[in-house]
T-cell receptor, first 114, second 118 residues
Framework: DAGVIQSPRHEVTEMGQEVTLRCKPI?????LFWYRQTMMRGLELLIY????????DSGMPEDRFSAKMPNASFSTLKIQPSEPRDSAVYFC????????????FGPGTRLTVL | KQEVTQIPAALSVPEGENLVLNCSFT??????LQWFRQDPGKGLTSLLL?????REQTSGRLNASLDKSSGRSTLYIAASQPGDSATYLC?????????????????FGKGTHLIIQP
């Protein structure tokens, strides 16, 4: 299996622009998670889905952030409009779906908002 | 709200030493605890997963223990090697508060940055 796939790997944009991050989970995994990593706050859970349904989005920082999972093999995290403080590494992870399961992380998208 | 703390924040030791990384968490209502390794500019690699009913897990030179009642876990690395240099992250999976049951996403500590000197 190719593992969790994220694109793009790097994104540089200007403040105010819309940013869309993409994730393809491991085939057969039922749970998908979006995390953000910054030097100040470490790794934080933003939102997670189970069977394509958002379960907990309490970690989404503001209404500027939205996430979708239209099918079992694809998810997006959108920031509109982007701000410099959104600069971070965004990770997507998936797991088979059982509570005891390991989460498998993608390589991350490094976002820089100028 | 669950809080995960890792001590020390950074550690530098000579090659060959045995070492212990510490992790503590405030809420013992967890499903499991996981140790990850992160190399610079890379994603996370899972090292060990301990279920809440278990006391320890071993993989090669790594041994992780869990004391759920006291909210502590340790990662023991035997005979350290320069290739072990990385940031080690501890994360707990909380028992979900939503009615469907199951578990929430992971709550991470800020990590221990480990350097093994050749």
């Amino acid at each position: 299996d190719a593992g969790v796939i994220q694109s793009p790997r790097h994104e540089v944009t200007e403040m105010g622009q819309e940013v869309t991050l993409r994730c393809k989970p491991i085939s057969g995994h039922n749970s998908l998670f979006w995390y953000r990593q910054t030097m100040m706050r470490g790794l934080e859970l933003l939102i997670y889905f189970n069977n394509n349904v958002p379960i907990d989005d309490s970690g989404m920082p503001e209404d500027r952030f939205s996430a979708k999972m239209p099918n079992a093999s694809f998810s997006t995290l959108k920031i509109q409009p982007s701000e410099p403080r959104d600069s971070a590494v965004y990770f997507c992870a998936s797991s088979p779906g059982l509570v005891a399961d390991t989460q498998y992380f993608g390589p991350g998208t490094r976002l820089t908002v100028l | 709200k669950q809080e995960v703390t890792q001590i020390p924040a950074a550690l530098s030791v000579p090659e060959g030493e045995n070492l212990v990384l510490n992790c503590s968490f405030t809420d013992s209502a967890i499903y499991n605890l996981q140790w990850f390794r992160q190399d610079p500019g890379k994603g996370l690699t899972s090292l060990l997963l301990i279920q809440s009913s278990q006391r320890e897990q071993t993989s090669g030179r790594l041994n992780a223990s869990l004391d759920k009642s006291s909210g502590r876990s340790t990662l023991y690395i035997a005979a350290s090697q320069p290739g072990d240099s990385a940031t080690y992250l501890c994360a707990v999976r909380q028992i979900s508060g939503y009615s469907g049951g199951g578990a929430d996403g992971l709550t991470f500590g800020k990590g221990t940055h480990l350097i093994i000197q050749p």
